[in-house]
C-alpha cells in the first residue's frame, strides 16, 4: 500500500488544517469565549461550531468551564492553543503584506511590552536575523515515518461564509490555503524541493486532477509559477513566488507546533538549519519594534475598519 511521510506539518494540519478550526482559533486569541459569540464570527452553522469546538477540547488546544454567574460553557485556551500563536502572527503578518484589502477590515496589533504598533518578525532563536528560507538546509530527523494517507475525510472549506459585523469575507486567502490540507501539502512539497507534477503527486499520493487543481489555484493566487524546464517536448515545474515563500513562518510554525506535541519519542520527523548561523532553526515571532518575543498575554488587538 503507498504511503507519504508524516512530518510534523502533517500532523499538524490532522488537527488545525481545516477553516472552520482555524476561523474559531482566530476567534479565541482576539477573545472570544462563548459558543454563541463563535457561531456570530464565524458564520458557521451551530453544528458546524459545536463540532470543531468538541475537536478542539478534545485536543486540549481548548478547555471547558462554566461561564461566572451563567449555565453557559466557557471556552479558553490552554497551553497548547496558546503554543499556535506563533502560527496566528505569521498568518496575520503575511495578510497585511500580500492581500492586506481581502477583508474589509484589518486587525490591529498593539505590543503592550513598548506600546506601539506592531507588525510581526519570524527570526532565528539563536543569531535573531530574520529566517529566508532560502537559507535553511534540512535533513530527515530520526522521527520521520510513512503512513497511509486518509483523504475520505476531507471535504473542500466553504468560501461562503460572511462576517456578519461587516459583510466581508472571512474566509480570506491565508485561511483558504491553510485550512485545506491539500493546498498546504503542496507548499510543503515546494519547500522541500519537489517542483515537478510527478514529485509532488508521489510526496503526496493526491488524486491528479485534485492536485491540478491545487496548483492552478495556488498559481491564480500569485503564490506558484510555471518555470519550463524542457523545450521539446515543452515540460514545466512549479515555483514558488515571493508572495509564496513568504508563507514559510506560517509552515515552520506548524512544523514546530507538531514537532512540540506530535513527534515520537523518536524525535522530530525533520532537522532544519539556519545557513547564516549554522544552529538548528528555531523560528521565534518577535516585534518589529522593540525586539521582544510577541506573546498572547502581552499582545492587544483591534480592529480596523474601511475607510
Known amino acids: 500500500m503507498d504511503t507519504i511521510r508524516?512530518?510534523?506539518?502533517?500532523?499538524?494540519?490532522?488537527?488545525v488544517g481545516d477553516v472552520p478550526v482555524l476561523l474559531i482559533m482566530e476567534q479565541a486569541f482576539l477573545g472570544v469565549h462563548g459558543f454563541e459569540k463563535f457561531v456570530e464570527q464565524t458564520g458557521f452553522a451551530r453544528s458546524v461550531v459545536s463540532n470543531r469546538l468538541k475537536k478542539l477540547v478534545a485536543e486540549d488546544c481548548l478547555a471547558m468551564a462554566p461561564q461566572p454567574g451563567s449555565?453557559?460553557?466557557?471556552?479558553?485556551?490552554?497551553?497548547?492553543?496558546?503554543?499556535?500563536?506563533?502560527?496566528?502572527?505569521?498568518?496575520?503578518?503575511?495578510?497585511?503584506?500580500?492581500e492586506p484589502k481581502r477583508r474589509d477590515f484589518q486587525i490591529r496589533l498593539e505590543h503592550a511590552t513598548c506600546g506601539h504598533a506592531i507588525e510581526p518578525k519570524p527570526v532565528c532563536l539563536s543569531c535573531t536575523a530574520e529566517i529566508d528560507p532560502r537559507e535553511v538546509?534540512?535533513?530527515?530527523?530520526?522521527?520521520?515515518?510513512?503512513?497511509?494517507?486518509?483523504?475520505?475525510?476531507?471535504?473542500?472549506?466553504?468560501?461562503?461564509?460572511?462576517?456578519?459585523?461587516?459583510?466581508?469575507?472571512?474566509?480570506?486567502s491565508i485561511i483558504g490555503i491553510f485550512g485545506d490540507r491539500w493546498s498546504t501539502l503542496v507548499i510543503?512539497?515546494?519547500?522541500?524541493?519537489?517542483?515537478?507534477?510527478?514529485?509532488?503527486?508521489?510526496?503526496?499520493?493526491?488524486?491528479?486532477?485534485?492536485?491540478?487543481?491545487?496548483?492552478?489555484?495556488?498559481?491564480e493566487a500569485g503564490v506558484l509559477r510555471t518555470e519550463q524546464y524542457c523545450e521539446h517536448p515543452p515540460r514545466f515545474e512549479y515555483r514558488l513566488t515571493e508572495k509564496g515563500r513568504e508563507l514559510y513562518p506560517v509552515i515552520l510554525g506548524l512544523l514546530q507546533w507538531g514537532d512540540r506535541y506530535y513527534a515520537d519519542e523518536k524525535g522530530p520527523p525533520l532537522l532544519l538549519f539556519h545557513r547564516p548561523c549554522g544552529d538548528p532553526l528555531e523560528m521565534r515571532m518577535q516585534c518589529n519594534h522593540c525586539g521582544e518575543e510577541l506573546l498572547p498575554s502581552d499582545m492587544r488587538f483591534g480592529l480596523i475598519g474601511p475607510e
Not at 493526491?206 to 491545487?214: D, E, F, H, V, Y
Open 6 to 15: 508524516a512530518c510534523s506539518i502533517w500532523r499538524a494540519l490532522e488537527v
Open 137 to 172: 538546509d534540512w535533513e530527515e530527523g530520526p522521527g520521520l515515518v510513512q503512513v497511509t494517507p486518509d483523504y475520505s475525510r476531507r471535504r473542500r472549506p466553504s468560501a461562503s461564509v460572511t462576517n456578519r459585523r461587516g459583510g466581508g469575507t472571512l474566509v480570506d
Open 188 to 219: 510543503r512539497a515546494m519547500f522541500s524541493g519537489l517542483y515537478r507534477f510527478d514529485q509532488i503527486q508521489q510526496d503526496t499520493l493526491m488524486a491528479p486532477n485534485i492536485l491540478s487543481g491545487r496548483i492552478d489555484e495556488l498559481i
Open 71 to 98: 449555565r453557559r460553557t466557557s471556552y479558553r485556551i490552554t497551553e497548547k492553543g496558546r503554543a499556535l500563536f506563533p502560527v496566528a502572527m505569521a498568518m496575520v503578518r503575511w495578510q497585511h503584506r500580500w
